[in-house]
């Protein structure tokens, strides 16, 4: 008269599924009980509820066809449901113990409302309700279970006695009994299912946000977020936008790589790389490329702050990369690196193409156009420690920026001779009130940056200098 869990079945199915392609060494769940063992097993033991209670003179001889029914009627259901038009109707299972309830309510009146078979028959409803739907199945089912008794008492009458010999009391209760543990049973074993599912499924959640970070390392994070966010599509496009293309290069590093071993080389590489990486992401700049002693970034894209917000970022990234410099240098002498390391920077600013380039099964996220030509141009014309800039990126940064005209250059692929400027500093840190100033000999070195100094800090440099100065004086007075 009832339905297996239909939810739970489908659930620990996919489950079960998952575990055995997954992880074939893990244990087997046990299927769900099916809605067509479910139903058999609830109308075999309503059937053996009637001949008892016919036997004992309980039930209405004519009740004995009601066993026939209850005994086809699960191969009946099983048939709609599976071979016929049925099948595709929303919700069928649901439907089907609606029916199961209604069922049930005509038997509960033909037998006259006696109490322990009634009841066994109502908890057997009840359970699958609760199951398969929940509480709004088990109020529909309620519902209509009520309706049919009371039509069915109304035309049979209740019995005379309520109460039920002890063969069929025993019987119907030892029936309902079976049901439930057989039904809570395969709920139980889904249940653990589709918990060691839960934990499998978390576990490989775990490993692919362990994976995805370990990929990310091969792209700029800009660009991996976009990615994985959906944003973005990995798939063959481009597009054309107005990008501030950035290069540099370190000026003396082809010395150096003749002077160093190869695994001391690398090091002091890759730390140039890592310092330069967090100030490139510090200020939104898209990581394009390392080639050789090489860093090309860009500004606009996979976001964009605007035109001339981009460009005043990707300007204030070279300055601040040429003062960050001059640290590394000072920590990369204390290593015994001697060769003045310089720094060397281009900027451009103009319409590129940018995209996905490459073959469908190898991709490289990157830029091309004769603005990122002009960029590597400046980057290698720049002296150590400058930052040339083209005409369009000065006039998208002048206000904040003093940059001092150096003439004009001729570039291939640039029709007439493009005007080239020198970023000097941010304007807020010219003249006497700015807040960053640097010294630096080969002996001494000093790079001050006062916005970024607190209280305690300010207080531990000024003994540092009167230190510096005592002990320059002393000297000084020896010689």
Request: include cysteine.
């Amino acid at each position: 008269m009832m339905s297996a869990p239909a939810d739970l079945r489908n659930a620990s199915t996919s489950a079960g599924k998952a575990l055995s392609v997954d992880h074939p060494n893990s244990p087997i769940a046990i299927p769900p009980m099916p809605d067509y063992s479910g139903r058999i097993l609830a109308y075999t033991t309503t059937a053996a509820i009637i001949v008892a209670g016919v036997l004992q003179g309980t039930f209405h001889q004519w009740l004995l066809w009601l066993v026939a029914g209850a005994l086809t009627w699960p191969h009946i259901a099983h048939a709609l449901t599976r071979r016929t038009f049925l099948r595709n109707s929303p919700r069928i299972r649901q439907k089907m113990l609606i029916f199961d309830c209604m069922v049930g309510g005509g038997f509960i009146g033909c037998i006259g409302l006696v109490a322990i078979p009634s009841v066994s028959v109502v908890l057997m409803l009840m359970f699958s309700c609760l199951i398969v739907g929940g509480i709004r199945q088990w109020l529909l089912g309620t519902v209509f279970m009520a309706a049919t008794v009371a039509a069915s008492v109304a035309v049979v009458g209740p019995a005379e006695t309520l109460r039920a010999p002890l063969l069929t009391s025993i019987l119907s209760v030892s029936a309902t009994g079976l049901y439930i543990c057989v039904t809570a049973y395969y709920s139980h074993q889904q249940a653990q299912a589709l918990m060691l599912a839960k934990t499998q499924i978390q576990n490989q959640r775990e490993q692919s946000i362990a994976l995805s970070h370990k990929l990310s390392k091969y792209l700029s994070p800009q660009v991996w977020q976009s990615i994985f966010t959906g944003e973005r599509d990995v798939r063959l496009e481009t597009q054309r936008k107005k990008l501030a293309v950035f290069f540099s290069d370190i000026k003396g590093f082809t010395e150096l790589s003749e002077e160093m071993e190869p695994e001391a080389l690398t090091e002091l590489l890759n730390h140039y790389f890592n310092e330069m990486s967090e100030v490139a992401l510090k200020y939104g700049g898209t990581i394009d490329k390392f080639v050789g002693d090489s860093i090309m970034v860009f500004f606009g894209d996979p976001t964009s702050r605007g035109q001339r917000e981009d460009a005043f970022a990707c300007v204030s990234m070279a300055i601040e990369m040429r003062k960050h410099m001059k640290i590394m240098r000072q920590k990369w002498r204390s290593q015994g690196i001697k060769t003045p390391l310089e720094i060397r920077m281009g900027i451009s600013t103009g319409y590129t193409t940018v995209g996905n380039f490459g073959a469908e099964n190898r991709m490289d996220y990157t830029i091309i156009g004769k603005e990122v030509n002009l960029a590597s141009r400046l980057e290698s014309l720049a002296e150590a420690g400058e930052i040339l800039v083209s005409y369009e990126t000065f006039s998208l940064i002048k206000d904040k920026i003093m940059c001092r005209d150096k003439g004009e250059i001729t570039v291939k692929g640039f029709g007439k001779p493009v005007p080239i400027y020198e970023v000097v500093d941010f304007r807020r840190d010219m003249g006497p009130n700015r807040s960053f100033l640097e010294h630096e000999h080969s002996g001494f070195a000093m790079y001050l940056d006062s916005d970024k100094i607190t209280e305690k800090e300010r207080e531990s440099i000024l003994a540092a200098l009167e230190d510096a100065a005592d002990r320059l004086r002393q000297e000084e007075d020896a010689s």
